[in-house]
Structure formats: structure tokens, C-alpha cells
């Protein structure tokens, strides 16, 4: 049974605290209880979806609004068999953030989440940072700081850990669950492609990113983190599983919260600049995460473009929406369990689908909460300024 909508209003400034505001924006948050939908496209939505009848001959939505999204993620719930879940869609376009509440469920902003393969955004904020102070480079070979890693894979750039294209396999048997062991098993590992010549969602990516990080400052993953960003950004509950309590690799089991990830997407809405008013990424280091990093290559054999239907790769996102040059204009960094975290740079908004498909995994998991976040992203380009 849908239950029926009721709202709440809140208010917050560019602090994060909930209190008075200036200026002109817009946030929508929606919880509701029940669900269903289909696979998402590299723009907003694509045939086979359910969509069909809200798109246009020129590909964009323009019927869209939020109550279409609210009826569309009740159908997304109800087909998983879902209890509930959380829309939240936050418009930042003149400093001020207004929230609205619609239903009634468990799942609220300060419920923990799996951060899984969304781990890969926090862990590029960090490198990034270290990148604009001077402490490493995007384009030169890991080798030289890990000096563990020789032959093929020394030669692999931070670029390319960050893009998915280093050419490192999906996954390796790690002797013991530790780091160090993982390193040994990663170093005689053998690479499905050259660096640069393939594009492969792993895990392993992120790893040798954290290491690199630890290495080049003689600093462990979580001060980092702590330091780099969550701290400047405002994130108080996100954290990082002991590797020796799960599968050894660093910065990539952990958790976090809808208000917690939020916090983080605004740094990627604001041109790297937090709700905190700390800068915590340059401008440039912004661009590069919403580059096409895969442009030369064919991405349609990977597992995860055939589940969001995005068929391009920026640094730590997947580039859901296009502006007509390299930029994107939306980006993304969904995990396997249905949690789909969006940024619209184009209209300064972020927005998050809270959902938990671990109870009961689906195969299209993914592919639903893609479609509910790019049809939001439709719906706020169809909203007033």
C-alpha cells in the first residue's frame, strides 16, 4: 500500500546546519514505501525502461517532473520487494537549500549504506587532492612510488587506476587478508590489457590508488581520508573497513550515509568547494573528474555499461549526461546494491537513490535506481529557476 505523501519542510545555509538561508534554490527530498522500473540510459532514460511514453523524438523528457519520479521509484521499491527508500534531490543554485519530506519509511538520510563500488569517488577526491598539492601526478607511472609494482603494471598512471583503464583483472587471490598480501598478489598478477587499451570496472583500481596515497605520504588510508575530506567536506559517519576484517584491499569496503554522501557530492556540484566553505579540490581537478576518460575506447563489453547503460568514464564516475563537449553534465558513482549517488552540474544539484538490494540481490538492481536517478535529473531540468 503507497502511503500517503506528507511533507516536511527544513532549511539549511552553505554550512550544513540547519538554520536560515539567503538566496534561491531548491531541494526535494522524497521517502517512499513500495517500487520497480527498468535500465537506464547514457542520457536520461532509454527505450525498455517504462520510459518510452515520457520521451520524446529528440531524446529528452520534458513531461518529467518529480511526481512522475515519486510514482516511478514507488514502482522501482514495489518490484524489489523493498520496504522502503529514499530519493533525495538537492538544488544549490544561489546558496540557499530547502528540503521537503514526502512519505513515510525506515530509511532516512542517516541511514548506513554499503559504500562498495561507490567507493571509488571518495577515494579520487583524496588522490586528487594530493595531485593539486604537488604530491603526485595524474600521468606518471606508479612504478616510481610503488616500487612493488614492476613490469607492465608499473607502468600504469593514476589516471588510469582513477578511469578504470589500468588494465589490472577483476580480482586476485590475496594469501591473507591484509594489504601487503594483496600488494604480492596484485604485483604477480598479469594484466587483461595494457594500460590505457581497456576499459574494466575492479576494485583493485582503488586499492593501488590508497596505496599510492599511503606510500607517497607515509600516512594510513583512514587519516587521510579524515583529512582530505571528510573533515573539510563535513562528513562525520563515513568510514573504511580494517581490511583484515574483509578482503585485505584498502579504501574499498565501508560505509556511509545519504547526508553524509551528500556532503560529498556538493564538492563536486560547487566547483570543489564544500558546503563548509573549505576548498577541497581545485577547479582543474573538478574538470578532470568530468572528462570522458575513455574516449579512444570501446567500453560496451563491461559488465557495468550494460547495467547503467552510461557507456563513458570520467575519474571516479560514470558521465550519465553529456553538454555537447567533453565535460559532463551529470555524473555518477552507483553501487551493486542499488545506490545510485548523481551530480547535475548543469543545474547545480545533487541527488542520491537510497535503496538495499543485499537482503535479496538482483540482477537489474543497478539499471533500476539509474533510471530513477536520471529521470530526477530530467525533472530538475524541467523545474522553475
Known amino acids: 500500500m503507497t502511503p ?30 513500495a517500487c520497480g522500473v527498468g535500465r537506464a540510459g547514457p542520457s536520461e532514460a532509454s527505450p525498455g525502461d517504462g520510459t518510452d ?5 529528440d531524446g529528452t523528457f520534458p513531461s518529467v517532473t518529480f511526481q512522475v ?13 523493498l520496504a522502503d527508500g529514499l530519493l533525495i534531490v538537492e538544488s544549490n543554485r544561489d546558496g540557499k537549500l530547502e528540503s521537503q519530506t514526502f512519505g513515510k519509511g525506515a530509511t532516512t538520510g542517516s541511514t548506513t549504506v554499503p559504500l562498495a563500488e561507490t567507493s571509488m569517488l571518495p577515494t579520487t577526491v583524496v588522490l586528487l587532492s594530493l595531485v593539486d598539492d604537488g604530491t603526485l601526478s595524474l600521468d606518471e607511472p606508479i612504478g616510481s612510488t610503488l616500487r ?37 598478489a596484485i604485483a604477480a598478477a598479469l594484466l587483461v590489457e595494457a594500460p590505457g587499451e581497456g576499459f574494466h570496472v575492479t576494485d583493485l583500481d582503488a586499492h ?11 600516512r594510513p588510508w583512514s587519516e587521510l ?17 580494517d581490511p ?11 560505509t556511509t550515509t545519504a547526508d553524509d554522501l551528500g556532503r560529498l557530492l556538493a564538492v563536486i ?23 570522458d576518460q575513455t574516449v579512444r575506447l570501446d567500453t560496451h563489453t563491461e559488465a557495468w555499461v550494460a547495467e547503467t547503460g552510461v557507456p563513458t568514464y570520467g575519474l571516479g564516475v560514470w558521465r550519465d549526461r553529456l553538454r555537447g563537449d567533453d565535460v559532463a553534465s551529470v555524473v555518477s558513482a552507483p553501487n551493486r546494491y542499488g545506490l545510485y549517488p548523481f551530480v547535475d552540474v548543469g543545474r547545480s544539484a545533487w541527488g542520491i537513490v537510497v535503496v538495499d538490494d543485499r537482503v535479496a540481490p538482483r540482477a537489474d538492481a543497478v539499471s533500476s535506481s539509474a533510471v530513477i536517478a536520471q529521470l530526477s535529473a530530467a525533472a530538475l531540468r524541467n523545474s522553475p529557476d
Do not use: K, N
Request: glycine share 12%.
Open 53 to 57: 511514453e515520457l520521451q520524446t523524438t
Open 4 to 33: 500517503t505523501p506528507t511533507a516536511t519542510r527544513r532549511r539549511r545555509g552553505r554550512g550544513g546546519a540547519w538554520g536560515t538561508v539567503s538566496g534561491l534554490a531548491v531541494v526535494v527530498a522524497l521517502l517512499l514505501g
Open 148 to 184: 612493488w609494482l614492476d613490469g607492465p603494471a608499473g607502468a600504469v598512471t593514476l589516471r588510469q587506476l582513477l578511469s578504470h583503464t589500468s588494465g589490472l583483472p577483476a580480482s586476485v587471490e590475496c594469501a591473507e587478508p591484509t594489504p601487503a598480501a594483496c600488494d604480492a
Open 269 to 291: 556540484r560547487d566547483g570543489g568547494v564544500a558546503d563548509t566553505g573549505a576548498r577541497v579540490l581545485s577547479e582543474e581537478s573538478v574538470r578532470q573528474i568530468l572528462l
Open 244 to 254: 583484515s576484517t574483509t578482503r585485505g584491499l584498502v579504501a574499498v569496503d565501508g
Open 208 to 218: 593501488v590508488a590508497a596505496r599510492l596515497a599511503e606510500t607517497a605520504t607515509g
Open 225 to 241: 581520508f579524515a583529512e582530505r575530506v571528510a573533515g573539510p567536506s563535513g562528513m562525520t559517519v563515513t568510514t573504511y573497513a
Open 69 to 81: 519520479v515519486s510514482d516511478r521509484f514507488q514502482a522501482r521499491l514495489a518490484e524489489a520487494g
